[in-house]
């Protein structure tokens, strides 16, 4: 899995709750993502990092913050939970631009 | 605004039955066009990234070619174990760090 780890794997949780998964790298790589993985539409960028402290907004970042103290180190927070936050969080690292990304194995959240 | 449309959205064969998956994509500027594969569960694994109309590059059963309007993955008398979703993306027209996915394709290879 390119060395990286998502925890926790799965997580319920309440709505209004918040609540902060975690992304962590053994591979030294500048960038790291987070998508999210929802029926009908696929994989969606929700933000990303090119380095420490060094943070930017994708397709879907309403709802969601990040911070990356560290190379090895990624948090997504969802600041309030709600229902429509349900889905699947997958981080990926990369070396650069044009450079595949490699995936976790995925954080299923679920907020009731 | 850039698309990523991949077909069919799910296809079956039978175990040695060869067939294709295509990625049909409208984005300016190609910086590569890249496959993934996704067994459930799991995270995306990178197969194969492309960079210019006519590249083609190879792995085991798995061909993947690229025009310059889409890109197709060619499965060549497949195995059971090659069921999964196939993923095609493209780095956003916007930003090179940004990609786009497809919906991906469901691929089922029956014994």
């Known amino acids: 899995d390119a060395g990286i780890t998502q925890s926790p794997r799965h997580k319920v949780t309440e709505t209004g709750t918040p609540v902060t998964l975690r992304c962590h790298q053994t591979?030294?790589?500048?960038?790291m993502y987070w998508y999210r993985q929802d029926p009908g539409h696929g994989l969606r960028l929700i933000h990303y990092s090119y380095g420490v402290k060094d943070t930017d907004k994708g397709e879907v970042s309403d709802g969601y913050s990040v911070s990356r103290s560290k190379t090895e180190d990624f948090l997504l927070t969802l600041e309030s939970a709600t229902s429509s936050q349900t889905s699947v969080y997958f981080c990926a690292i990369s070396a650069g631009n044009n450079s595949p990304l490699h995936f976790g194995n995925g954080t299923r959240l679920t907020v009731t | 605004e850039d698309q990523v449309t991949q077909s069919p959205e799910a296809l079956r064969l039978q175990e040695g039955e060869s067939s294709s998956l295509n990625c049909s994509y409208t984005?300016?500027?190609?910086?590569?066009l890249f496959w993934y594969r996704q067994d459930p569960g799991k995270g995306p694994e990178f197969l194969f990234t492309?960079?210019?109309a006519g590249e083609e590059k190879e792995k085991e059963r798995l061909k993947a070619t690229l025009t310059k309007k889409e890109s197709f993955l060619h499965i060549t008398a497949p195995k059971p174990e090659d069921s999964a979703t196939y993923l095609c993306?493209?780095?956003?027209?916007?930003?090179?760090?940004?990609?786009?996915f497809g919906s991906g394709t469901q691929l089922t290879v029956l014994p």
């Open positions: 591979e030294n790589h500048r960038y």
């Open positions: 492309l960079y210019s």
């Open positions: 984005v300016s500027g190609l910086r590569g």
């Open positions: 993306a493209v780095p956003s027209t916007g930003s090179a760090r940004q990609l786009t």
